[in-house]
């Protein structure tokens, strides 16, 4: 029975895995896109940069996920009621996820690729610009290189807070690993069992991820050079 | 729109907040007791104990604190010998657990922090203390331990408003803080809206006001660390 409810946890974890992943593009286009903004000159941009990682800062996850699954469905519906329009808005639990976790931590890497841009030695820019180089190639060649390697610690982060807080989904009725190891939980006597095999999972994913992204790290440093105390 | 509910509830949503800022200060300072001894056992010399800390570093850090809380608050209860000793009145209350897989999870976070601090202390700032002969207890009091806290004042204020915002899910586990007020007023009156906007705006007022407060400190102690402008 156990290795029965343990299999169906873990087959969950594809579930869990494209909502990670598919959050993790969204973040990554909207942080970078974010950062930019940050950085520019347009005063507009800045501010609504700046308003958007505030806000989605300041809220916990779990409040977004509720935010999002329950009550931007409602107030939609009840401004299509004072339209007088025929229709009803429900969002499916993965959508609503993937939205939420993908907002919420474009903001995080906003920050994590502001923090790097700005960590990007200013005169190699202007040596750039001085040797005549089009935006398009110091973007390619001189700044992304770099962007690469110094997000890369923050990247890493997101990305492994980013896998834990799939698990919220579960709170929404998204069947991942822990919507199941909850369900196996109340279904036998062992709670411990369940919630240590779905642990077990989201353990395996950061040690996987960590080894993966150490290797592309230690590929990005090359010929960086650092004191060891 | 259903407003008058919420001004109806605004002394249930003020004790939720009250447990929300308790659950979240309690934690950080039993975290912060932690963590700094750990951080340094973190960076030890001898590698059995640097690999204990990790171990445990990684296990809170690996999987996500909701599993933790219900292997916390749920899962104990499997086990006879939990149950039937004297640690139960304790470990059956959602406060006590809440309080324990918090104090666990973010001082694992704390320690990394801190750990990740130390190690980016210039060397000079060490070779220089043992030039001028401090003994080791006064080159970490004096030197390692405010250079590391100055250098982790940015990740360190993340980590208290991710702590702040961890609390909320304390609410999964029947307490009534600010969302598990939300959650309350949502189940009793129908409407999705407005109890969880509220509660949102609580979270983002509290959020600000931490913030601010740790840019002031962020310009007072770690100043001198700010990239010169050309």
Redesign the interface.
Known sequence: MVSEFSVSILAAGSTTLLLALSSLVLATVIGLAAAFAKLSENRFLRRTAAVYT??I????????M??IF??L???LN?TAGTLGWDVRFEFPPIGAAIGTLGLIFGAYMTETFRMAL??IP?GQVEAALAYGLPKSAIFLRIILPQLTRLALPGFTNNW?VLA?????A??IGLHDV?FR??GA?EAT?????F??V??AF??TL??CSMIVLTIVAKRTSMGVKE??? | MNWNIIVENIPLYFTGMKLTLFLAFTSLALSFIIAVPLSFLRNSARSGVRYAVSAYTLLFRGTPLLVQLFLIYFGLAQFGLIRHSFMWPWLSSPLVCVLLAFVLNTAAYTTEIFAGALRSIPVGELEAARAYGLPKSKQAIRILVPAMLTRALPLYGNEMIMMLHATSLASTVTLLETTGVARRITLDNYIQFEPYVTAAGIYLTITFVIITSFQIVQRRFAGYLEPRSI
């Not at chain 1, 800062?57 to 977004?64: A, H, Q």
């Not at chain 1, 006597?189 to 069992?193: A, H, L, Y």
């Open positions: 505030f806000v800062r300041g809220i916990p996850d779990l409040v977004w509720l935010l329950y009550s469905p409602s107030l009840q700005l960590n200013k492994l834990k807080a799939t698990a919220l579960s709170l822990m190891a909850k939980a006597s062992k709670p411990f069992t919630f240590l779905a642990a989201y353990l950061t040690v004191l060891a105390p």
